[in-house]
């Protein structure tokens, strides 16, 4: 009885994962700029895998293979959104710069740009 449970939670975190991951990948298609599916693929990516990471160690009773898709998760959880951070930063300083509607720039103004010559 309680395994069956396991299953239909497992399950249903799986299916929401993948709805996680079809709208990341909505995202990445249908966003206007690079930043906006920089995000979308990020977040909702990293949201979607881990959903998908942690069923799998549910509905494990293999030590080693909940021990490696806990690791994963956390692994996925600590690298996806600072990587993609360090993207975003990495393409505004090479000069690709937000969509005209950003009303304020804090990284412009900050001064830390190299300089324009």
Do not use: C, N, Q, W
């Amino acid at each position: 009885m309680i395994v069956e449970a396991l299953y239909y939670f497992a399950g249903v975190m799986v299916i929401v994962g993948a709805l996680f991951s079809l709208v990341a990948a909505l995202g990445i298609v249908r966003l206007p700029d690079l930043y906006t599916r920089m995000h979308s693929g990020s977040k909702a990516g990293t949201v979607g895998s881990g959903l998908t990471l942690l069923a799998i160690a549910l509905v494990s009773f293999d030590g080693a293979v909940i021990l490696r898709a806990l690791l994963g998760f956390v692994f996925f959880m600590l690298t996806a959104p600072i990587s993609a951070h360090l993207l975003a930063r990495a393409s505004y300083i090479a000069g690709y710069r937000p969509m005209a509607h950003f009303v304020v720039d804090d990284l412009e103004k900050s001064g830390e740009l190299p300089s324009k010559e």
